[in-house]
T-cell receptor
Framework: AQSVTQLGSHVSVSEGALVLLRCNYSSSVPPYLFWYVQYPNQGLQLLLKYTSAATLVKGINGFEAEFKKSETSFHLTKPSAHMSDAAEYFCAVSRTGGGNKLTFGTGTQLKVEL | DTEVTQTPKHLVMGMTNKKSLKCEQHMGHRAMYWYKQKAKKPPELMFVYSYEKLSINESVPSRFSPECPNSSLLNLHLHALQPEDSALYLC?????????????FGPGTRLTVT
């Protein structure tokens, strides 16, 4: 069975500072990994995904993530935080085999301060 | 167009009522999903429809009854719900029911059971 662990349920950064949201995965087979963002009272929006093509994945809104097999990690970064980045961020994993069952981490609430 | 629509946005129902949630996508996706999300928690998978057939039921109580009338439409019929069923119900779709393809989420229906 696969799972993801998000370290830090709350992260606070200053506007313009680096954003780093951590995600570690556990999977017995090569995983597909995703980062989603959820703004208050909205659905989830895909930021980026890893599907074994390239280890450094660029997404929307200036976010990127690097797949590191040796560290079983898929951390999300953004060089310069903007106030509009304040939201809940979910890391998720699905299997490479049949069945599209997405397993989410517990989420990280990002706060951006002036 | 990468939009998944859900109606209604908000729903208040009594424990003896029968109501339905509706989800629609016109992206030609062949997999559709229902998730339940409680406050400050990640989404929890309820059902997966693959090519209009129910493929996954995550041991959901029978008071929740899904239906997929065609490839674009997904319903969730509700009957005799409990107050603990109050949550945000999210619909999602993906191109195909395998882990490679990302899921696109609708904005959700906020359900309150009184």
């Amino acid at each position: 069975a696969q799972s993801v662990t998000q370290l830090g349920s709350h992260v606070s950064v200053s506007e313009g500072a680096l954003v780093l949201l951590r995600c570690n995965y556990s999977s017995s087979v090569p995983p597909y990994l995703f980062w989603y963002v959820q703004y208050p009272n909205q659905g989830l929006q895909l930021l980026l995904k890893y599907t074994s093509a390239a280890t450094l994945v660029k997404g929307i809104n200036g976010f990127e993530a690097e797949f590191k097999k040796s560290e079983t990690s898929f951390h999300l970064t953004k060089p310069s935080a903007h106030m509009s980045d304040a939201a809940e961020y979910f890391c998720a994993v699905s299997r490479t085999g049949g069945g599209n069952k997405l397993t989410f981490g517990t989420g990280t609430q990002l706060k951006v301060e002036l | 167009d990468t939009e998944v629509t859900q109606t209604p946005k908000h729903l208040v129902m009594g424990m003896t009522n029968k109501k339905s949630l509706k989800c629609e996508q016109h992206m030609g996706h062949r997999a559709m999903y229902w998730y339940k999300q409680k406050a400050k928690k990640p989404p929890e998978l309820m059902f997966v429809y693959s090519y209009e057939k129910l493929s996954i039921n995550e041991s959901v109580p029978s008071r929740f009854s899904p239906e997929c009338p065609n490839s674009s439409l997904l319903n969730l019929h509700l009957h005799a719900l409990q107050p603990e069923d109050s949550a945000l119900y999210l619909c999602a779709s993906s191109r195909d029911p395998v882990g490679l393809f990302e899921q696109y989420f609708g904005p959700g229906t906020r359900l309150t059971v009184t």
